[in-house]
Structures are given as C-alpha cells and as structure tokens.
C-alpha cells in the first residue's frame, strides 16, 4: 500500500545540502540523493512531488528545521514568503497571530475563526490558545499559502500551517536529544518506534523544555523609592519576578496497524503541559490620567517592567480589596485521532479521518505592564472540539483523479474570568468603575462537503476543479456577574443573553498547469476562501451583542515550479491577485453602540474590503557538493478600498501584522574531517518590513522594520548517528518588539510591546539509532 505521509527529503537538491565534498558521500551518491529523495505531499488528496503540485507551498523537513535553528511551529513558518506568525499577540499568553498574504487573525477567541487553518497529522485546530507548538518529533511542516476553501478539512481563507509527526514503522528510527543553553535553558527530546507484532508498530515521543525568563519585572517602590504604588522592597534585590520564560512538558504515542495490503490505521495520542510565563512586555507610553504623575516607563530597548501583577479594583463589592494575577499562563491540551486508509480496489481508496482535542487555557493581560491597574484581564478559555472527515478518492485511467468528501466540526467552549476596569478614566469625566466575573458559552458546528476533480486532457496538461459547500452555525451565550455571583448592576443585562449565528457558503477552485520541460512547470488558478462571521464574542453590555458577517476571498494566482542544473536548483514563484470583502478586524473603540463615548470595547466587526497583489520567489541552490543557499522573498501590497467610517480606520491604512516585504535566507557548507565525520558551519537571516499591531494604525502600535541574524556550527560523526550542534539566534543582540496591545484611544491611551528574545545561545547533542 502506498505511504501517503512518506518523507523522503527536502526537494531533489535539499537533501544533499548535508553531503561533504570530502568523502561523506561518492558523488554517485550525491546524484541519486536530488534524483530521488523528493517531499511527497497529498495537498490535492493524492500524492505528488512538491515540484508537481500547481499550489504554493513551503515545506521544511525535520533536517532542515534543525539546521536552521527552529523548535517551533512559529519560527518554521516564517520561513516561507508572505507569512507572518507573531507570538504572544496582544499580550495573550502562548496565542500566535498567524496571516498569510496579508489574511489571518490575531484575536485568541475560540468565538473567532482563525484566518489561517493550523493542522497537527490532519487534524484541524479550531483555536489559537497554545498554538506556538514546540517541535517535538516532526518529521516536516507546510506552509500553503493562498485560499484554501476546496482543500482543506476546515475553511482556512489565508492558507494553512501543516505539521506532520514521525510515522511508525518498523524500524527504530530512534533519537535522544539533549541541550543547554542561555538563561538556563534546557530541552531533552527522545522517541523511537517498537514494533509489537509483524503488523502493529508503535511510535513514542516525548519532549520538555524550560528555560528563565529574559524581562525582569521589578518593583516600583524599590527602584524609585515612591513606595505609594509598590511593595517598598528596600533591604533586597528590586526584582520581583521574570517573564518570558519556558516550562513545557509533552507526549505523544502513534500506533500503526496494518492488518491487510490494503488497510493502514493510525491511532495518535498527545498530551502537553505548559506552564511557561507569561509574555515578556515593555510599557510603551505613559499617561498621566493614570500615572499620578509617576514615571512607569523603564529605560528604551531595556528587558525589564514594573509589573506586579496585582490589581486594584476601585468599584463595585470588592473595591479596595487587591487580587493577584498569575505570572504564568498554564494550557493543559490533549486528543486523538484516528487516520485510517483502505484501498478498495487499485482505484478507490477510502480516508476517514476523526479526532477530539480538548484544551483548557488561564491566561492575564495587563494593559500597562505596571502597577496602574487601569484593566487587568484574568482569562480562562476551555474548549472541546470533535471532527470527522470522510473521502473516497479515486482514478479514471489516465484522464481523470477525483475526490468526493465531507467534513463535520463540533466545538464547545466556555470563556470565563475577571475584568477589573479603574474608574475615572472615561471621556467628560463620568468615570466607569467595573469589576466583572464573566462565563460565556460557545456552541459551534460546521458541516461540509466537497469534490475535487484533476482531468488530464493531454500529456502534461492538467485541469482542477473543484467545490465545496459549508453549512455554519454558532451559539453564543454571555454572562455578567458582580462578584458575589449576582447579575451585575451595571452590566446585568447581560444574564443569560443568546445571540445566533447561522450562515451557508459555496467555495470553488479551477485551475491549470503545464510541464513544458521535466524541469518547469507552470500553472494559474482562481479559487475562493471564506472565514464564517459570528456575534461580537466580547460585549460589556448588552448594545454590544452585535453580528458579523463572513469576511469572503477570491483570490487569482499564477506561478511556476522549476528545477535545473542537474536538480541543483529549485527555483519557484508565484504571482497573486486577491479581492477581500467584509474584511474582519477586532476594534477597541466602538461609541456607536456604547452607552457614551469611551465606555470599554473590544469588538469584532466588519470593517471594509480591500485589494491584496503580491509575488513570492523561493530558491534552493547547491552549486558545489557540500554547498547550499535557501531563500525566500514575498512582496505584499494592501489597500483598503472601501471602510467604514465609524471603525476609525481610513483608505490608507493597512491590515495588522502584514509587511510589504518579507525575506528569509540561509548559507551553509559542510566541510569533512577525514576520519571524525563533517564540521558544517550555517548562517541564516529574516526580514521583515514594518507592520501594524492594531487595526487603526496608530504610530504608537506601529512594528519598525527589522532583520535578525542566525548562525550555527553542527558537527556529524562518519556514520551520522551522532550530532553537536551550537547555535545562535539573534546574533547581533537585537533588541525588537514581536507585536503590541494597544489601547490608543480616550480613555486609556497606553500600549504594550510583546519583547523579542535577547541573543540566545544553544548547544546540543543528539544520538540517532538505527
């Protein structure tokens, strides 16, 4: 039976970017590697060489990731042109904004659909929380960029972020990793297979990283002696407590049952716990309505705050009685799944694909990263999903591949916590003192089914088309309650207060692709994407509690795939054209249905439509054995064509979190050591043009342009079971923000940055067995 998942290597040149030129490898070798090993994707529900599939893609294997430095899903995405993955978004704990080609979502909510559908083994992940996934055991990551309406097992309109584990099989392929680094950092990671009978093989994993944080928050009192808003620590150190750092523990067991030829089952269990601190922040501007006068602000470019994380209601029952928030922001998750696929005859193969997850998310956000309190945030989101995909995919001949399929979603989730606003603060001086327990349920379901067909009319000619229908409906429920568990008395009206979304949309993709030579292929596409609306998740009264439509994309598309100079270079590019209507976006001023100019808000709404073009190159060189370059280059042109007024955003804004210009590259040679194996120095660069962190693009939220060097030293034994690496990531000590919360506007006029890690040294040993 054909291994739809099977990885033999980067590209026909990747893999031999480990070859020494001294005798690692003969050169026969090395020419069977890029004749050869090739990734083999099932992005259109069939297996096809990358360099084959007319789609834009990006896919990194596990030697490749290690190479450069990457142990999680955020930093391998952001190899690939056009795609933008900030941690930490919004000062929201382990939450990841994820947008590719200008579309994706920074808002954590379960309530909001993710612009960009992220999928672990196939299994979709319906929400943001926990999403900075450490690389465990990977066997190789994808990026599909553009929408994915007709291809993917939920609607993902931006594209898509694909992580595939090891497979099972019968041989060990077995490692232990060890490693330590700055601020203490220390990661172990291990897995092998076992084989439990002829046909039954098992996978385990498993993986723990935790490191010390790098902003370190002190005490006000202490550092400034105005002991008035600080716990006045005099006799000992002002620090009080770090951010940043790391405390992650996980699992994960496959089984593969083949019990026939023609009948592969694969049983998948995964478990993580994190217990990492909360992000790492930098008050960016002070205001004195809330100050008092005192200077909260530490010094520029410095990794430290007054964060105390105690807030101080001023209404309400429990005004003038302090709670603490938690430094950390625990996520528990965990599922299965179940991915099995028979082949009916030599032409029918039938895939079902089912999994449950369940995670359950605490997390705190601040609005000032000081000892102000002017809206402290303690979040817990726990969330229940169940899906089922179910495909029959066949062949005609030589003329025709298709697929007919249908896809259910099921998700459940409850968003409960605290919000604790100062009075005081609001426009014309009325004051809003708020403390607020809250408890909202979320019921989701989508139903879907789709065909794809690719006829070959002629030899290297292919035609796709393809559809899907979506049937959406989700249940929202909002509750507000006082502390003592009694409906609220300012915002009591919302008590048990529904709101209903139900909407219906078909999708479609046609595309054309040509091989004129074995080496280049070329191809154009019109397809369609939509992210599902919704009802205003975060309403602090009842006028709130307003709809959304779905945001909807067409997007067209040329590119070529090429491969030359005897498989020496891969060079692929692509050209795009979106058209993007009732564009999403998350506002946080919203007077139109507040009580009175400045009353709290947080509102997902439609805002207008825009116009995305944009181009992608990405290149993989080894002119030389033992020589390689990898690189990709995205260029991206947004532009609103038509706003609403009452947003506040106008024609010449842009979209949060979308660069002009993204760049990515590295350079490595692998030099042998006659006799003790092969010394292989890397260095590696990003880039990324500036970009907004709040929808109304405010200087204050605005993300200057930066790029951040990399670089490595990996020695490999003769036999390759052995490997040391020391590696570095932000070379030059660069000190950046990876993206901001905001709150611009009257009445609070503050903002937060989310700080990027210092120069980070890591060294590493791993053992591979056979």
């Not at 979502?105 to 992220?118: K, W």
């Not at 528990?332 to 999994?355: E, F, K, P």
């Not at 014309?428 to 003192?433: K, R």
């Not at 909807?552 to 590019?573: C, H, M, P, V």
Request: glycine share 12%; aromatic share 10%.
């Amino acid at each position: 039976m054909k291994n739809c998942w099977k990885l033999a290597g980067i590209s026909c040149a990747a893999l031999a970017a480990g070859l020494s030129p001294t005798g690692a490898f003969a050169q026969d070798d090395a020419n069977a590697v890029r004749d050869e090993n090739i990734i083999i994707v099932t992005a259109q529900f069939r297996e096809q060489d990358i360099q084959d599939t007319p789609i834009a893609i990006s896919a990194m294997s596990s030697e490749m990731l290690q190479d450069k430095g990457v142990g999680d899903i955020a930093g391998a995405a952001n190899l690939a042109p056009n795609v933008q993955l900030s941690s930490g978004a919004g000062n929201f704990g382990g939450m990841a904004a994820i947008f590719i080609r200008g579309v994706g979502q920074s808002d954590p909510h379960f309530a909001v659909e993710p612009g960009v559908g992220m999928y672990i083994d196939d299994v979709y992940y319906g929400v943001l929380t926990g999403s900075i996934f450490e690389l465990m055991d990977v066997d190789r990551v994808e990026v599909l960029r553009g929408p994915q309406g007709t291809l993917s097992g939920k609607n993902s309109i931006g594209g898509s972020v694909k992580l595939f584990s090891t497979r099972p099989g019968p041989d060990a392929d077995a490692f232990l990793e060890v490693g330590y680094g700055s601020r203490n950092t220390m990661l172990g990671r291990a897995a092998t297979n076992v084989t439990l009978t002829d046909n039954l093989y098992a996978r385990v994993s498993v993986g723990a990283k935790r490191s010390d944080g790098y902003v370190d928050r002190l005490d006000y009192g202490c550092v400034s002696g105005d002991f008035s808003n600080g716990i006045g620590r005099t006799e000992i150190d002002c620090k009080i407590g770090e951010q940043g750092g790391q405390n992650v523990l996980g699992g994960r067991v496959a089984l593969l049952w083949e019990p026939a030829p023609s009948v592969e089952n694969t049983i998948i269990a995964d478990v993580t716990r994190d217990r990492s601190q909360n992000p790492a922040t930098r008050l960016l501007t002070s205001n004195p309505l809330w100050t008092g006068g005192r200077d909260y602000m530490t010094d520029p470019e410095s990794y430290t705050n007054y964060e105390d994380y105690i807030s101080r209601p001023t209404g309400g029952s429990s005004a003038g009685n302090l709670y603490s928030l938690s430094d950390v922001t625990p996520v528990d998750s965990w599922g299965i799944s179940n991915n099995l696929v028979i082949d009916l005859s030599d032409a029918i193969t039938l895939t079902s694909i089912t999994a449950f997850r369940a995670s359950d998310t605490t997390f705190n956000s601040t609005l000032e990263s000081s000892p102000a309190s002017i809206l402290d945030q303690a979040w817990n989101l726990e969330h229940e999903q169940f899906t089922q995909e179910l495909r029959i995919s066949g062949i005609v001949g030589d003329i025709l591949d298709w697929t007919i399929g249908g896809y259910y979603y099921d998700a459940s989730g409850t968003s409960g916590g605290r919000v604790t606003l100062s009075g005081g603060l609001a426009e014309g001086g009325g004051g809003l003192d708020l403390d607020i327990l809250f408890r909202d349920p979320v019921e989701t379901t989508s139903k879907s089914a789709f065909v794809h067909t690719v006829w070959h009319p002629a030899e290297g000619l292919n035609l796709t088309g393809a559809v899907r229908y979506t049937d959406d409906r989700k249940s929202f429920t909002f509750n507000r309650y006082d502390l003592d568990g009694s409906p609220h008395p300012t915002l009591g009206s919302l008590t048990d207060f529904t709101g209903v979304y139900e909407g219906d949309r078909f999708d479609y993709r046609f595309a054309v692709d040509y091989e004129w030579v074995p080496e280049l292929m070329t191809y154009a596409q019109v397809a369609t994407g939509y992210k599902g609306g919704g009802v205003n998740p975060r309403p602090f009264i009842d006028t709130q509690v307003v709809p959304y439509d779905p945001e909807e994309l067409i997007s067209y598309e040329a590119g070529f795939k090429s491969r030359f100079a005897d498989g020496r270079i891969t060079l692929n590019g692509a050209f795009f054209y979106s058209e993007y209507t009732n564009f999403q976006a998350t506002l946080l001023r919203c007077d139109d249905i507040s009580p009175f100019p400045g009353f709290p808000c947080t509102q997902s709404t439609n805002v207008g439509d825009a116009e995305i073009k944009g181009a992608e190159l990405e290149l993989f060189a080894e002119p030389v054995d033992g020589l390689t370059f990898d690189g990709s280059l995205g260029y991206l042109d947004f532009e609103y064509t038509a706003v609403d007024p009452a947003t506040g955003i106008t024609l010449d804004m842009t979209n949060v979190y979308t660069p002009e210009w993204t760049a990515a590259g590295g350079v490595q040679y692998e030099l042998g050591l006659p006799g003790t194996g092969t010394l292989t120095p890397r260095l590696d660069v990003s880039y990324r043009s500036s970009v907004e962190g709040d929808a109304v693009n405010l200087p204050i939220s605005s993300l200057p342009g930066r790029a951040v060097l990399g670089a490595s030293m990996k020695w490999e034994s003769e036999d390759r079971d052995w490997q040391a690496q020391l590696s570095v990531s932000n070379l030059t000590d660069k000190y950046y923000l990876n993206s901001t919360g905001v709150r611009p506007n009257a009445p609070y006029f503050t903002a937060v940055g989310v700080v990027a890690p210092p120069r980070t040294v890591m060294f590493t040993v791993r053992r591979k067995f056979d």
